[in-house]
């Protein structure tokens, strides 16, 4: 983690906190345009954190957050940053990546956190899904642009989930089409 005062933590899980994290995406974004370098964005949702709440109890729900936030920290390289945005939602910034081995590094977050279990016992069984993206080859963009791309992904993960057979809790393709509902 890089050195940040206590300001720009969240209290619960140590990490940096969601405007550090905003501003940390703008300048990555605009080093990555100048020196047309990769970057790519993992968002990670815990999944069910409400069931963790009403099952085991708050102090469990914070407990799971706390176990993903290490687990996120811990799979983090030097020069990645990892914070959490809010709730149950966490980011990971990877400069100099492209999006199969985002891909590859968010499956490998997926199986280090359902292992987490068989170290703290008293959490459950957690899991999470992730949306990866990565910035355009060419042409302008935004670090905004990544971000509303990597969400995109999070939810089409999320919605995945309820297809029938379906496994796929990390989403790198093009987003899914929402439901007529407006869903």
Not at 52 to 77: K, P, W, Y
Not at 84 to 109: E, N, S, V
Not at 119 to 144: K, L, Q, Y
């Amino acid at each position: 983690m890089m050195n940040a005062t206590p300001l720009f933590l969240d209290k619960l899980t140590g990490l940096h906190h969601r405007a550090f994290f905003l501003d940390r995406l703008s300048e990555a974004a605009e080093t990555a345009q100048a020196e047309q370098r990769a970057l790519a964005l993992l968002l990670v949702d815990l999944d069910n954190l409400f069931l963790i709440n009403m099952e085991r109890g708050r102090d469990s729900g914070d407990r799971a957050l706390v176990v993903l936030a290490m687990t996120l920290q811990r799979s983090a390289r030097a020069g990645d940053t990892v914070a959490r945005l809010g709730g149950d939602q966490f980011a990971l910034l990877l400069p100099g990546t492209l999006l199969a081995t985002a891909t590859q590094f968010a499956c490998g977050i997926r199986s280090l956190v359902g292992r987490a279990h068989d170290v703290h016992p008293d959490i459950g069984t957690i899991d999470v899904c992730i949306g990866v993206a990565e910035c355009p080859d060419s042409g302008p963009w935004r670090a905004n642009d990544l971000l509303t791309l990597a969400d995109l992904r999070l939810n089409s993960a999320k919605r995945s989930r309820q297809w029938p057979g379906s496994t796929q809790q990390v989403w790198a393709g093009p987003p899914d089409l929402p439901d007529d509902d407006g869903d």
